[in-house]
Structure formats: structure tokens, C-alpha cells
């Protein structure tokens, strides 16, 4: 017996490649004067919003920057605050003490 011959592998059909001379050839899409406005109106918006977003992001990070500086000082205070407490119970309690001598 003899096997039938093999089969070659199916080649690739050709596809028609996009080159450059071919879109060339066809002119755009015509825009409508609508449409370049409304891009144009589009493109402006998001420019402003990418502008109040830095912006935002800066204002950010200096109110993060002055909250920190804020939080130290506070507890700066609060410790400053809580010496100046001690010392004056300190001195009430030796004048309790005085008093109660008397």
C-alpha cells in the first residue's frame, strides 16, 4: 500500500497591506465645522481641568505641609502646658501643706 501524498501546509492567503500610497490616495473625512468646535471646545475643558488638578494637588500638599506643622506645634504646647501644670500643682500642694502647718 502506498500512503497518499502529504498535503502542504495551506500558505497564508495574500492581504492586501495598508501602504502608504494607498491611504494617500483618499482624501480625509470631511469634519464638520460643528464638530472641529466641539474638539476644540473638548480640548479646552480638559486643559483646564488638568490645570485645576495640578493646581488642587498643590494646594494639597501645602495644606498637608502647614496641618503637620500645625500638629508639632500643638504638641510642642500641650507638653510646654502640661511642665507648667505640674510645677503649679506642685507649688499648691506645698502651700496646702504650709497652710495646714499653721
Not at 503637620?68 to 510645677?87: M, P, S
Request: hydrophobic share 35%; with cysteine; proline share 8%.
Amino acid at each position: 500500500e502506498t500512503m497518499p501524498p502529504k498535503k502542504k501546509a495551506a500558505e497564508p492567503e495574500a492581504t492586501p497591506a495598508l501602504d502608504a500610497t494607498a491611504t494617500a490616495a483618499e482624501p480625509p473625512p470631511e469634519a464638520k465645522p460643528t464638530e472641529v468646535l466641539e474638539l476644540v471646545t473638548c480640548r479646552q475643558k480638559l486643559q483646564r481641568t488638568r490645570q485645576a488638578q495640578r493646581d488642587l494637588q498643590e494646594s494639597n500638599r501645602s495644606l498637608r505641609d502647614a496641618l503637620a506643622q500645625h500638629k508639632f506645634e500643638q504638641a510642642e504646647i500641650f507638653a510646654y502646658l502640661n511642665k507648667e501644670l505640674v510645677q503649679k500643682s506642685k507649688a499648691v500642694a506645698q502651700l496646702e501643706a504650709r497652710v495646714s502647718v499653721l
